[in-house]
Nanobody, 115 residues
Framework: QVQLVESGGGLVQAGESLRLSCAAS????????MGWHRQVPGKQRELVAT???????IYADSVKGRFTISRDSAKNTVYLQMNSLKPEDTAVYYC?????????WGQGTQVTVSS
C-alpha cells in the first residue's frame, strides 16, 4: 500500500522559510508525478508544484520564484522549499503521487504564515 508522510509544517512569520518533506513508501520513480497541493477551508485544493518522473517541474504562478520542489531518490523523498512566505500561503499542504491508474495523498501538514 502506498504511503506518503509529510512533515515540516509549522508557524512562521511573513518573509521566513520552511521546507516540507514527503517520504514515500516505495521508489519515487514508481510515480508519473509527485507534487504538493494546498487547501484552505472553503476552497478547492490547488496545485502548488509538481515534479515529473523525468525531473521536469511545474509551479503555480503564485509561488514561482519563491518555492522549489526537489527530490532525493535515495531517500524516496520529495521536498518543497518555501521561501519568502506570505500570509496567503497559509494552508494545509498535501503531498501527492500519481501512477497511470491511481492518485495517492498524504495526510497533510499545516503551514501558517503570520503577518
Amino acid at each position: 500500500q502506498v504511503q506518503l508522510v509529510e512533515s515540516g509544517g509549522g508557524l512562521v512569520q511573513a518573509g521566513e522559510s520552511l521546507r516540507l518533506s514527503c517520504a514515500a513508501s516505495g521508489s519515487i520513480f514508481s510515480y508519473i508525478t509527485m507534487g504538493w497541493h494546498r487547501q484552505v477551508p472553503g476552497k478547492q485544493r490547488e496545485l502548488v508544484a509538481t515534479i515529473l518522473n523525468g525531473g521536469g517541474t511545474i509551479y503555480a504562478d503564485s509561488v514561482k520564484g519563491r518555492f522549489t520542489i526537489s527530490r532525493d531518490s535515495a531517500k524516496n523523498t520529495v521536498y518543497l522549499q518555501m521561501n519568502s512566505l506570505k500570509p496567503e500561503d497559509t494552508a494545509v499542504y498535501y503531498c501527492s503521487a500519481r501512477t497511470v491508474l491511481d492518485s495517492y495523498w498524504g495526510q497533510g501538514t499545516q503551514v501558517t504564515v503570520s503577518s
